[in-house]
């Protein structure tokens, strides 16, 4: 099994930062990214940044130049940090995993259980 713990969320004026945190862990084998989505309520969850086995990163463009993910490999560990935030950011954030695992066979996604970022006005 694989787990996803998001940490780091909470409420911000707009502007101001926030850096979230996912740790992953259980019966991980290799990971080919790591990343982030995010949810408004009545909207479609949506990609906001990923950072690849590679190293490299990508962001959505509603982000790009504010936000960026970054990840740590040896502790299976991602980081979305936020900058400049609006309040058209207000959401839940989900951490995502791609990679294999001993509990299911072959190329899967799994998901953390999303934390709550809100910025006021």
């Known amino acids: 099994q694989v787990q996803l713990v998001e940490s780091g969320g909470g409420l911000v004026q707009a502007g101001g930062s926030l850096t979230l945190s996912c740790a992953a862990s259980g019966s991980i084998s290799s990971i080919n990214g790591m990343g982030w989505y995010r949810q408004a309520p009545g909207k479609e969850r949506e990609l906001v940044a990923l950072?690849?086995?590679?190293?490299?990163?990508t962001s959505a463009d509603s982000v790009k130049g504010r936000f960026t993910a970054s990840r740590d490999r040896a502790s299976h560990t991602v980081f979305l940090h936020m900058n400049k935030l609006k309040p058209e950011d207000t959401a839940v954030y989900y951490c995502?995993?791609?990679?294999?695992?001993?509990?299911?066979?072959?190329?899967?996604?799994?998901w953390g259980q999303g934390t709550q970022v809100t910025v006021s006005s």
């Open positions: 995502y995993l791609l990679g294999y695992s001993d509990f299911r066979e072959g190329l899967n996604d799994y």
């Open positions: 950072a690849t086995s590679s190293g490299g990163s």
